[in-house]
């Protein structure tokens, strides 16, 4: 293995370890907050923050370029919904100790991503990523028989996210700028909510605990760092090692839940989990063999 790719998979494991435990401690800490409030934070300084970097490395015109077309705008109004749905549900699911069931939507959710390439964006496959996709309706139609065992903030947060990056690949622009615009879409909705909130006195962020506040600025950065690891492992290891690394987000969330936050694993979701780890170790052989 050369040292591209090594620096390549250690870059996507940080980032990864990242998203399935640093930043569950993180939104752990201010789980006393509601996931209204939260979500607000993330969305409001991950737009702070990007405007930094994208002044720093002069990519204005390059945003603007972007907003100029009607087609990809209308289409990053519809990303913006479907990735602050994404960040209410999965920080609601952090709150309230659902952290298994969020992670059945980050292993299923690369997956359905196949499947909807497969199907709108007519992308190449193979009959094992095929097999996995099966499997994982299979897993999802056996929990959907017992509605109280199906962990529906898992298929909110799997259905918003590979439907956010379908329509992503389609309008195929640099992430951090997609992101910033989507951001930026929220913003003023975010600032009105949280109008509201101060107005009834449910916030937390307020010169009253400094510390606190500066604490909250993190759930921007708490979005963009692992992100920035992420993307630039996968540019040194490829799209296919970093993907296979990925799954390492939802497996820290199942252990902390399962292991550390004590959270209840019934018998259906564990077979469902059986399923869908068949359907990844498929879908890993696969990644592995076009690699």
Avoid: C
């Avoid at 991950?46 to 087609?71: D, H, M, P, Q």
């Amino acid at each position: 293995m050369n040292k591209k790719t090594l620096n390549g998979i250690l870059y996507s494991g940080i980032g990864s370890f990242w998203w399935g435990v640093i930043g569950v401690l993180y939104f752990k800490s201010v789980s006393f907050i509601s996931p209204l409030e939260l979500t607000i934070h993330r969305t409001v300084w991950t737009a702070f923050i990007l405007i930094f970097s994208i002044s720093i490395y002069s990519r204005w015109g390059k945003v603007f370029n972007i907003i100029k077309n009607k087609e990809k705008t209308l289409l990053l109004v519809l990303t913006s919904i479907l990735i602050v749905t994404n960040w209410y549900t999965w920080i609601y699911a952090v709150t309230v100790n659902k952290l298994i069931d969020a992670a059945f939507g980050y292993y299923i959710f690369p997956i359905l991503s196949v499947f909807l390439g497969i199907l709108f964006l007519k992308e190449s496959h193979s009959k094992m990523k095929l097999f996995s996709v099966g499997l994982v309706i299979v897993a999802i139609i056996f929990l959907l028989l017992d509605i109280k065992s199906t962990p529906w903030i898992g298929l909110i947060v799997a259905l918003t996210w590979s439907t956010y990056t379908l329509i992503r690949k389609k309008i195929n622009i640099p992430t951090d700028l997609g992101l910033f615009i989507e951001s930026a879409f929220m913003t003023p909705f975010a600032l009105i909510i949280f109008y509201f909130i101060t107005k009834n006195g449910n916030n937390f962020f307020g010169q009253n605990d400094l510390s606190l506040s500066i604490w909250l600025f993190f759930a921007g950065a708490n979005t963009l760092i692992p992100l920035a690891l992420y993307l630039h492992g996968s540019s040194l290891a490829g799209l296919g090692a970093a993907a296979m690394i990925f799954f390492l987000a939802p497996s820290g969330q199942f252990l902390l839940g399962y292991f550390y936050f004590g959270e209840m694993l019934d018998v259906n979701k564990l077979i469902s989990f059986i399923i869908i780890w068949i359907a990844v170790a498929i879908y890993l052989k696969d990644l592995a063999k076009d690699n």
